[in-house]
């Protein structure tokens, strides 16, 4: 079964918008997932729990480049 998605309308400045679509291009994503991308590390930032805690974050972050 395919996943379900929502959409929804965003509304953005021309040059924010430029400059996602060269982050994305780079990354090898549309512009819609590098802003889903981009959602979710801050999200997994928001939910991250403090150093000394076992517990790990709700979303996964994505492995660190070298």
Known sequence: ???ERKSF???MDPELWKELEA???GELR???GQIE???KQAVARRRKTPPDS???PTLLT???RS
Do not use: D, G, I
Request: charged share 15%.
């Open 37 to 39: 991308y981009l959602l």
């Open 9 to 11: 309308l965003l509304r």
């Open 1 to 3: 079964m395919a996943e």
């Open 54 to 56: 076992e517990t790990p």
């Open 30 to 32: 549309s512009v819609n």
């Open 62 to 64: 994505p492995p660190a």
């Open 23 to 25: 982050w994305a291009a």
